[in-house]
């Protein structure tokens, strides 16, 4: 409590008061070791403060971590000399697995077993190792060349934007990753109608080595994301459609196919991952989701 001595009638606290009170030092150093002991908990425990309508306005405040996060992305842009590659990718040999993979599983009425999302995922990991010199962070006067494959996938939405951690991907299983997947998902249900997610673990606060996020499921056919430091790559994958395209198979008549594609840009930092690297990264990432098979390897 602020210990102000009220100068006024009868002892009261007057404005001139309030204005010229001065904290003791050890309130001051009570405060500052509350913050210190519990960092961050200010930015969960405070939520956005109620619309405030203007003439012909409204301003909406922000919370804690939504201001956080827009500082992170604007330093990210600005300091970052961000470049992009963009490559077609057929799905149709990753569909065709996903589907003998959920048949080898004892799934529940409810449980739609590996989804695409995660092969993707698993694909990026699989990308990441194949190309080991994008798994790494600018450190100023070195690179940093990481050991494990971690992948933050973005799920969510404007406040309820999250992206937690799937570790060691690189060198896990397909189910393993879709567990994870799921578990973090199903922490973003509110445990009440009208309450807001309260997700928790280390997995939703931690940075991994690379950012894959799925715009697709917008319809958005290609979008080119924000590096999140200290990554040096971000992956973004547009909407899954039926295209068009010439027909490969020498044995065929039909000069086009139908084919199941998306779209998959990566957003490189210049400084660590040069355009010979990362179009050896989307090389690497079509071969694996054409060729699933050798995401079982």
């Known amino acids: 409590a602020l210990n102000i001595i009220g100068t006024g009638p009868g002892g009261r606290i007057i404005a001139d008061d309030v204005r010229e009170y001065v904290p003791s030092a050890a309130g001051a150093v009570d405060a500052a070791a509350a913050s210190a002991t519990a960092p961050g908990a200010a930015a969960v425990a405070t939520p956005a403060a109620p619309p405030v309508p203007g003439i012909g306005y409204t301003d909406y405040p922000l919370s804690p971590a939504a201001m956080e996060i ?3 992305l604007s330093h990210s842009k600005q300091n970052v ?10 799905l149709d040999s990753l569909l065709e697995t996903r589907k003998q993979l959920n048949a080898t599983l004892n799934l529940g009425e409810d449980d739609a077993g590996i989804a695409v999302n995660d092969l993707l995922v698993k694909a990026a990991a699989a990308a990441m190792k194949a190309v ?4 790494a962070s600018w450190m100023d006067t070195a690179v940093r060349v ?18 937690p951690v799937i570790r060691d991907a690189g060198r896990r299983g397909v189910k393993s990753i879709s567990d994870d997947i799921k578990a973090a998902v199903a922490q973003l249900e509110p445990a009440e109608e009208g309450e807001a997610a309260m997700p928790s673990g280390e997995e939703f606060g931690a940075v991994g080595t690379v950012t894959v996020m799925n715009m697709g499921i917008y319809g958005v056919k290609a979008c080119a994301p924000i590096i999140r430091e200290p990554q040096a790559v971000a992956l973004a994958l547009g909407a899954i459609e039926n295209r068009i395209v010439p027909n490969d198979d020498a044995d065929s008549e ?3 196919k139908e084919s199941v594609m998306l779209t998959a840009t990566l957003s490189c930092d210049h ?24 995401l079982l390897l």
Not at 146 to 163: I, K, P, R, T
Not at 272 to 293: C, I, M, R, Y
Request: no cysteine; glycine share 6%; proline share 5%.
């Open 271 to 294: 400084r660590v991952v040069d355009g010979a690297v990362g179009a050896q990264w989307l090389s690497a990432f079509k071969s694996h989701v054409e060729n699933p098979t050798t």
């Open 132 to 135: 080991p010199s994008a798994n």
């Open 70 to 72: 827009a500082a992170q």
């Open 81 to 90: 000399p961000h470049y992009y590659l963009t490559v077609d990718v057929a």
């Open 146 to 163: 990481y050991d494990s494959v971690d992948v933050n996938f973005v799920v969510g939405s404007g406040d309820a934007l999250y992206s």
């Open 254 to 256: 039909e000069i086009y």
